[in-house]
């Protein structure tokens, strides 16, 4: 069993995010590659530049929402693709170094434009396994 990953699932006209991890923060980092996947190739974005997130929310399903927003807000204001995320959560505020590059659309071929991420099938819980999942659907 892997300790770590992110993966997609299916959605009637959208696509859900999941990321799983040891702990919240490996989840929310894992989602977060999850995120980068649906536009691109991640192994195709290089980690050369370093930004910093800041979110708070009254709990950490709204705390994910707003961490997968606040990249996704930074994708398009910078008009940047994140490949490396570190997340600290404390107290339902979570400080998040990411690393990425500007979009190349040569290198990048982006697939699609995501508009936000949704409270529809947002958990943030620990399963069974002891493992920490956090998903949601995004809007593309």
Known sequence: ???????????IADIGVRGVGKTPEEAFEQ???ALTAVI???????????????CEA?????????????????????KMLF???????????????IFGEKTDPHKHAPAVEIKGATYTSLKVKKNKRGQWIAQCIVDV
Do not use: G
Request: charged share 25%; net charge negative; glycine share 0%.
């Open 58 to 78: 009254d709990d950490q399903e709204l705390l994910f929402a707003d961490w997968l927003n606040a990249v996704l807000y930074e994708m398009d204001i910078r």
């Open 40 to 54: 691109t190739d991640i192994e195709s974005v290089l980690p050369e530049t370093k930004l910093t997130v800041h």
């Open 1 to 11: 069993m892997q300790n770590k990953y992110w993966e997609h699932f299916h959605h």
């Open 31 to 33: 989602a977060a590659l």
């Open 83 to 97: 490949s490396r995320y570190q997340v600290l959560i404390h107290d339902n505020i979570l400080e998040a170094e």
